[in-house]
């Protein structure tokens, strides 16, 4: 039986992040993941993702999401690999309805007031002058944007790549294509039971995103939603310019909560990156659809796109499935495992949480050291 310090399970986003902290411990320390991070299975790939400062999700979460850019900028300085684009971010409302899913009502006015009590630097823009600068987002006279110019881009396949590289680099050890079946205790320590072996662990993360179901008792697993989300790259139309600069956005623009939209420049400026949020439940991430059908496809165009964004064709260059983790207040879960007291586990971070990973990981790492 192979016996370690610390062993992680899941190394996406957070799992990743909290590896790498976790190899500068001088610790013995294991990373397993079911796959082959980075990968496109779970919930962190598909390119890009948004990092924004005023989270309208909850103020709770403005300083997770400035300690992680903070922290890739430090990784960018160390490894010369840009894991940020800080291009801006706009978020665009109504004006007449309350935003529903997507961080509750009121969403749009909780964020200009985080922004506000948290000194992040922001304005208002009213049509006119959101159409003056960009003029491909085609807002009612009744809506109006948020500018955050310290929001972007963050690229996540980099992200974890990075953070496993360097771990690996400081000693961690890691195993793919490993899936760990279950855990329990013997006298202190927590055994995981792999396929072919087992390994002995003092303490243990499991960040295993959607797959944490699989550790948890039958009454906990339903407060975890698993909701397949559709990424589309759609391409531009020849010509069109105002793309070529253009910040990451969000906007919901209408009375039911499926009315949003959000989106990315991509990196070889043939397309815009968007998607919208469903919240229909698969009961577990190996059950996801990955296929992308035509009809997908033409329902996005003409019920989020057509007739509100400016200087895009009706042609899909690509899409994507991924999914969320979702629970029933949109709150991330951290707490110890409710059987095995030496686990931690993270999870369900509703859509919201590559922009805090880095942070979080960080976070996690220090209560795991500090227990030990």
Request: aromatic share 10%; net charge negative; hydrophobic share 35%.
């Amino acid at each position: 039986m192979k016996k370690v310090d610390i062993a992680v399970i899941g190394l996406g986003a957070v799992g990743s992040a909290a590896l790498y902290f976790l190899s500068k411990s001088g610790k013995k320390v294991i990373g397993l993941d079911r796959f082959d991070p980075p990968h496109f299975m779970g919930s962190s790939h598909g390119e890009t993702r948004i990092t924004r400062l005023a989270v309208g999700e909850g103020e709770e979460y403005v300083s997770y999401a400035k300690r992680s850019q903070e922290i890739w900028r430090t990784l960018e300085a160390e490894t010369q690999i840009q894991l940020l684009d800080p291009c801006g971010g706009i978020l665009m409302d109504s004006g007449t309805t309350p935003w529903g899913k997507h961080g509750g009502d009121g969403f749009f006015q909780k964020t200009v007031d985080i922004a506000k009590s948290s000194l992040i630097p922001h304005s208002i823009w009213n049509p006119s002058e959101l159409k003056a600068k960009y003029p491909q987002f085609l807002l009612e006279e009744t809506e109006k944007a948020y500018i955050e110019p310290s929001a972007g881009i963050v690229f996540p396949e980099r992200i974890i790549q990075t953070q496993l590289e360097l771990a690996s680099k400081n000693g961690a050890e890691i195993k793919v294509y490993s899936p760990v079946n279950s855990i329990s205790t013997k006298n202190g320590s927590v055994i995981l039971d792999l396929k072919e072996y087992q390994i002995e662990a003092k303490k243990v993360l499991i960040s295993a995103g959607g797959w944490i179901k699989d550790f948890l008792p039958k009454e906990e697993k339903l407060g975890y939603k698993i909701c397949r989300q559709v990424l589309h790259w759609v391409e531009i139309e020849e010509g069109y310019s105002h793309f070529e600069k253009s910040p990451v956005f969000m906007w919901g623009f209408g009375k039911n909560p499926e009315d949003f939209i959000y989106g990315f420049p991509t990196q070889d400026g043939r397309s815009i990156k968007m998607a919208s949020e469903s919240f229909l439940e698969t009961s577990h991430p190996n059950d996801l659809d990955r296929s992308v059908s035509k009809e997908e496809q033409e329902t996005f165009w003409k019920e989020k796109v057509k007739g509100r964004i400016f200087g895009l064709k009706d042609q899909f260059l690509k899409s994507e499935v991924c999914f969320y983790t979702v629970r029933s207040d949109s709150k991330f879960v951290l707490k110890q495992h409710p059987s095995v007291s030496e686990a931690l586990m993270v999870s369900a971070c509703s859509g919201h949480g590559f922009k805090h990973s880095a942070a979080l990981g960080e976070e996690l790492a220090e209560r795991i050291l500090s227990s030990s």
